[in-house]
């Protein structure tokens, strides 16, 4: 059981504009940034999104992401069948003294 | 560039320890601390801990707390994390990741390859 709660399958068709949210508390997404990473399987996990909507360089401006209160969201626009893939939120929480993740989402696209 | 190479794979045997290495490159490992994170077959990401470049002072999850310790050698620019008493639910991919702390944030970039422990009798 994570304690951020992500939605376990997103999809959408090449082009399309896909979100995946990512809820937490007041302990952590609350009260701190949130991370996104993505994750090929095979592979270690990639920084992807990092304080809530700012992207590492070579990071496509189709990612982005956002926070509202105890939620946060990951969009990405123009699909492409590359993007598909694990996508997990983060977050530091107080209350755990540690960072959490989200159980992850993973895209598909059509 | 920023690179963090792991160890190779493991098998061990229940009840026994494993440590796995974590070689920095590209960058100077005293600025930053190293958190290790691990993935059970087809689950998602969990921390275990993080230690400081800097000091080594180190930081637990609850859970591994008497289980795991992490140590740096900065001659080698070399983190290890060392677990006991590995039962079958350790397996997983341990992987480390630097972490990237900024005023209010921090961020794992880069990530290790990842190194495999089977804890099989």
């Known amino acids: 059981q994570s304690v951020l709660t992500q939605p376990p399958s997103a999809s959408g068709t090449p082009g399309q504009r896909v979100t995946i949210s990512c809820s937490g508390s007041s302990s952590n997404i609350g009260s701190t940034t949130v991370n996104w990473y993505q994750q090929f399987p095979g592979t270690a996990p990639k920084l992807l999104i990092y304080n809530n909507n700012q992207r590492p360089s070579g990071v496509p401006d189709r990612f982005s992401g956002s926070k509202s209160g105890t939620s946060a969201s990951l969009a990405i626009s123009g699909l492409q069948s590359e993007d598909e893939a694990d996508y997990y939120c983060a977050a530091w929480d107080d209350s755990l003294n540690g960072p959490v993740f989200g159980g992850g989402t993973k895209l598909t696209v059509l | 560039q920023v690179q963090l190479v792991q160890s190779g794979a493991e098998v061990k045997k229940p009840g026994a320890s494993v440590k796995v290495s974590c070689k920095a490159s590209?960058?100077?490992?005293?600025?930053?601390?190293i958190s290790w994170v691990r993935q059970a077959p087809g689950q998602g990401l969990e921390w275990m801990g993080w230690i400081s470049g800097y000091n080594g002072n180190t930081n637990y999850a609850q859970k591994f707390q008497g289980r795991v310790t992490m140590t740096t050698d900065t001659s080698t620019s070399t983190t290890y994390m060392e677990l006991r008493s590995l039962r079958s639910d350790d397996t997983a991919l341990y992987y480390c990741?630097?972490?990237?702390?900024?005023?209010?944030?921090?961020?794992?970039?880069?990530w290790g390859q990842g190194t495999l422990v089977t804890v099989s009798s």
């Open positions: 990741a630097r972490e990237v702390a900024a005023t209010g944030s921090s961020w794992f970039d880069p």
């Open positions: 590209g960058y100077t490992v005293t600025n930053y601390g």
